[in-house]
């Protein structure tokens, strides 16, 4: 009752903060945005340092990137809805979501994420090249009571991030606004190929106010026709035109691959995305996943080295351009290398069986069996949690894609199995398309390593196996 107490008056207080942000933001922009800085630092403390804070309010205080953005953002959005996700995305699931999961973290003596992903079908209207849910079956589905248990469940230990993949989550569209509607204190972020959303979806994002959609998109029209078919890039530039019309928030999600990471990282697509109001870009390095996947379109070395340069260059506070960009590889030094297995976020495919990862298909739990928190507790979310960081140059984050041998050896000690439905991969076979490339990023990982952290000797770390597995 205590916490419940203090967490609607936190809630209130920030609502507060935030309705004075936005009335200054219609006199003041840049009162309005220190504002803003102000009372995130008052909320989370010192989760981050306070030299972290002045180079935000710095960033802030003269015509810069930033400025750019964020008076585009309010030139256009509506203004409900963004508080709404500020509230959803930011007080909720940012800041209560993660301080209740680490805290319930030690109670539970395990990780508990605070972010799940789900599937919630495997359908999809389309049949991408290189796609790893294309080796799911094609007939699975979360029900909306599955996906409510999730949720409800989720919340109990303090979890209000979730993210949704498929197969196309739009497929099931009624039962997601019927879901983010249910759970107001959550925020829902969409990954969808962006060719299912109409005007209904988006007077309901507008009602619920805690939705986000992330759009695939591999570049320009020939190169996202080329994998996701003829016509796709047209449909998802016009629901880029009614997401902007309704005033609601959207980004991209780019897989980077050897054909188009290039391409997809160039002054002309950035430009291109920004003209037409996205706000953030997701870039996800492709991972082999699957018996029929090759390696021929993961980046060489030399391009991943390349993204690493780049995408810091894109999102410099001077310089670069006003987009919101991560990197889902290269990105594993700012949050402790692999947040997989429970430790930060887990995913749960769409007939239920809970994996560390979106990419990493093996389990040995599953919701249709036990509660939610019975299933983060499974052996291979304990064996992962012992491991993590799987090396210490996080660089090199991944437990099959630069340490294949790590994943081997804790899917076997933990008696997981596959869970793809159509053709069960064993974790040897995935893991061993990845020691070529897991030898030559090496070196150029540790040199990259130890240009920034001097001092740094190159050690791969022993695997440990849990004495209780």
Not at 64 to 91: I, S
Not at 211 to 227: F, K, P, Q, Y
Request: glycine share 8%.
């Amino acid at each position: 009752m205590a916490n419940k107490i203090v967490h609607a008056a936190e809630r209130k207080a920030f609502g507060v903060a935030l309705d004075m942000v936005t009335k200054k933001a219609v006199k003041d922009r840049e009162e309005a945005y220190v504002g803003v800085i102000n009372a995130v630092q008052k909320f989370n403390g010192n989760t981050w340092p306070p030299e972290a804070y002045d180079r935000l309010r710095a960033a802030f205080s003269k015509d810069g990137k930033w400025t750019e953005f964020f008076n585009h953002l309010l030139d256009y959005v509506d203004l409900d809805y963004l508080k709404g996700l500020f509230m959803a995305f930011g007080f909720e699931a940012g800041f209560t979501g993660y301080r209740e999961t680490r805290e319930n973290s030690k109670n539970y003596k395990t990780g508990l994420p605070w972010v799940i992903l789900f599937d919630p079908t495997s359908a999809c209207n389309l049949h991408c090249t290189g796609c790893w849910a294309s080796e799911y079956s094609r007939q699975l589905n979360l029900s909306y009571e599955d996906m409510d248990k999730i949720v409800t469940e989720g919340k109990a230990f303090g979890c209000r991030g979730y993210v949704m993949t498929g197969g196309e989550p739009m497929v099931r569209k009624n039962d997601i606004l019927k879901l983010a509607k249910k759970h107001s204190d959550c925020g829902f972020m969409i990954y969808t190929n962006g060719t299912l959303v109409d005007q209904a979806f988006c007077d309901g994002m507008k009602e619920c106010k805690n939705i986000v959609l992330s759009m695939s998109i591999e570049g320009l029209e020939n190169a996202t026709d080329s994998r996701r078919g003829q016509g796709v890039f047209d449909k998802v530039m016009k629901t880029m035109d009614l997401l902007h019309k309704n005033g609601l928030v959207y980004g991209v999600s780019i897989c980077y691959t050897r054909a188009n990471c290039e391409a997809v990282t160039s002054d002309e697509f950035l430009d291109f995305l920004i003209e037409k109001g996205v706000a953030f870009a997701w870039y996800f390095h492709f991972m082999p996943v699957g018996n029929d996947a090759t390696m021929e379109l993961v980046p060489t070395p030399e391009q991943r080295e390349y993204m690493y340069h780049r995408v810091r260059e894109i999102r410099g506070y001077e310089g670069g351009k006003p987009i919101f960009t991560l990197d889902f590889q290269n990105d594993g030094e700012w949050v402790s290398g692999c947040i997989a297995g429970g430790k930060t976020y887990c995913h749960i495919n769409p007939n239920g069986d809970v994996e560390p990862c979106v990419f990493i298909h093996y389990s040995s739990a599953n919701i249709h069996d036990k509660p939610l928190i019975e299933c983060l507790q499974q052996p291979l979310f304990h064996a992962y949690q012992a491991n993590q960081p799987f090396n210490k140059n996080l660089l090199r984050p991944c437990p099959f894609l630069e340490n294949p041998e790590k994943l081997q050896a804790l899917v076997k000690a933990a008696g997981a199995h596959s869970t793809d439905m159509m053709s069960p991969e064993s974790a040897e076979h995935l893991c061993g398309k990845c020691e070529n490339y897991a030898k030559e990023w090496k070196p150029v990982a540790d040199k990259l390593w130890a240009s920034n952290h001097p001092g740094y000797v190159p050690e791969d770390k022993e695997t440990v196996i849990p004495k209780d597995l």
